[in-house]
């Protein structure tokens, strides 16, 4: 019962934001939104625990195709950040605004990047690819690349509003389909360039702004116990976000980064990673 208590633990957290999403906003759909995320959570969290190596892909293609699919085709919702800033500028606390809010701006101060190690439909294809481990170092600079994809996507939204474009909800519907088709491109293609699945999240996911700031304080984090370390350097070698997992400190290089895969815990030789 012990090794399932944090399994519970993550479907009670869902259940808790589930149950008040859908007293607040009166809207069942939220309870069973909710819900079922944690339950897929929990479930994968169990598969782990347990040793299952595919875990956290049961997970991603859990949530993944759901969100991808469910929300965002045949419910015609825009869950990628387009969406968010549409409804930002709507004034209105619904779908996009609520899955920023809980999955990449405040749920990371629990949970830092583990939308991306486990929800990200992007990453959820990128990481059936061939180059699980990075072949070289991090380019560092091509990461501000991320920043002018945030710019830019707050700006083409901002200038529909502006210029006072009509069907709006008919363009958010394209822009996600068109959106996905660009990230998907994209991340194929940088991760052949680079050979490293993960390139896209590196160099050009816009969603890296959000998730970057409250993960440096997240609660569920890899620690490494110093004392034991014999710099092998296997963690660092096998970890797809270039994160220096042999550092126990937050300010560890690419600290935020880390999307709890735990693929540096299964190789240390000497159990320093937990």
């Known amino acids: 019962m012990k ?7 993550m479907l009670a957290l869902f259940e808790a934001v589930a149950v008040s999403l859908w007293l607040t906003k009166n809207n069942i759909f939220y309870l069973l939104n909710f819900s079922y995320i944690g339950l897929c959570l929990s479930v994968g969290l169990t598969l782990f625990i347990s040793g299952r190596r595919y875990a ?10 759901y969100m991808l699919v469910y929300l965002g085709i045949l419910s015609r919702e825009n869950m990628q950040i387009e969406g968010f800033w549409y409804y930002l500028f709507s004034g209105t606390f619904e779908a ?4 920023y809010a809980v999955a990449k ?3 990371p101060l629990l949970f830092g990047r583990g939308w991306c190690g486990y929800a990200c439909w992007t990453a959820m294809v990128l990481d059936c690819l061939p180059f699980k ?7 560092e600079k091509l990461g501000a690349l991320r920043y002018v994809m945030f710019g830019l996507s707050l700006l083409l939204v901002a200038g529909l509003f502006w210029g006072r474009a009509s069907h709006l909800e008919e363009i958010m519907f394209w822009m996600f389909l068109g959106g996905n088709a660009l990230y998907y491109g994209a991340g194929i293609f940088l991760a052949y360039h680079f050979q490293d699945n993960r390139a896209f999240c590196k160099y050009l996911c816009p969603v890296a702004v959000f998730l970057k700031p409250m993960s440096y304080f997240s609660l ?11 710099h092998c350097g296997k963690c660092r070698r ?16 690419n600290g935020t980064e880390c999307i709890l895969c735990y693929e540096c815990t299964r190789v240390c030789p000497v159990k320093a990673l937990k």
Do not use: W, Y
């Not at 956290?56 to 195709?65: E, I």
């Not at 569920?220 to 014999?230: A, G, P, T």
């Open 133 to 139: 481990t990075p072949a070289a170092p991090r380019k």
């Open 96 to 99: 996009a605004t609520i899955h």
């Open 220 to 230: 569920l984090r890899v620690h490494c116990d110093e004392s034991k370390c014999v």
């Open 3 to 9: 090794k399932l208590l944090p399994s519970i633990l």
């Open 105 to 107: 701006i405040f749920g």
């Open 56 to 65: 956290r892909h049961f997970t991603q293609f859990a949530v993944g195709t």
């Open 238 to 253: 096998v970890c797809p976000m270039n994160v220096e997992v042999n550092k126990e400190a937050r300010s560890r290089k």
